[in-house]
Every structure is written in C-alpha cells, then in structure tokens.
C-alpha cells in the first residue's frame, strides 16, 4: 500500500528554462523502497543514499543524490550541517482520521554540497549550501 514519490527540478537561468520531473511508484518489484541501515531510499533509478563507509552513529550521514531524466542528471554528495528539522508533530503530518493516514516529512536546511549537474550533455561541478526537503509516506 506504500506509494513512494520523487521530484527533480532544475533552473537554468542561461537557457530560461524550468526542468521539472516527478516519480511515483510502489515497492513491487524492488521498483522503489526504502532501508533504514545502511540508508537507502530509491525510486526507479533515482536513489538517495548514505555514502558508503560512513559513520553509522552519525544521526545524518553524508548522502549520495543520484537522479537523471531527460536533459538532467544530478550525482551530488550532501553533508548535513544541523540535525533534520521535523514537520507536524515529531516529524508525522496526519492525512486523515486513520492510523495509516500520515507521513513523516522533515527537512535537511543545511548541507554542504558538491558533484556535477549534466544539463543538456553539458556537464557542471557543483558546489553549494542548500536544503533538501524531504517526505516519507
């Protein structure tokens, strides 16, 4: 009954153009899913990881983004720099009246970033300090 979601967006001020995608699928199949240790969240080929050999008591360990659709594809290293910062109450949004009707939503407000953006076959490094918002179902 999990229904897993992803969204990538992309500004490209130069190009004056918006590239947004989104993903929906279930666990079925392996096609999306989530494991707590090591951390891993996926969505088709779009995954969300913790960096292999990473600290397991670190609360947040650094993340490997990978994502790539149409003329997009992100490969990012995150490195919180706060502890996540919960929505709702203890990071539960309620949907209904139900048990099973909420999700948990919390967001990573700073990371360090660094990787490389491909935008239209062009390939760019990428170093920021961002936020990721992110929502578990």
Do not use: C
């Not at 990881?49 to 990473?54: E, H």
């Not at 990787?115 to 990428?126: C, D, P």
Request: aromatic letters at 8%; glycine letters at 8%.
């Amino acid at each position: 009954r999990q229904i897993y979601m992803a969204h990538l967006a992309v500004t490209d001020p130069e190009g004056q153009r918006f590239h947004a995608f989104e993903r929906f699928n279930r666990a079925a199949l392996d096609m999306a899913g989530a494991t707590a240790a090591p951390l891993r969240i996926w969505l088709d080929d779009w995954t969300l990881a913790a960096r292999p050999g990473a600290d397991p008591a670190r609360a947040t360990p650094p993340l490997l983004l990978r994502a790539a659709e149409g003329p997009v594809a992100l490969a990012l290293e995150l490195d919180a720099r706060k502890p996540p910062v919960l929505q709702g109450e203890a990071g539960l949004s309620r949907k209904g009246p139900a048990p099973g009707d909420a999700s948990y939503y919390y967001s990573l407000t700073r990371l360090a970033t660094h990787g490389t953006l491909e935008l239209n076959g062009e390939r760019f490094a990428v170093m920021l300090f961002g936020a990721l918002g992110v929502m578990v179902v």
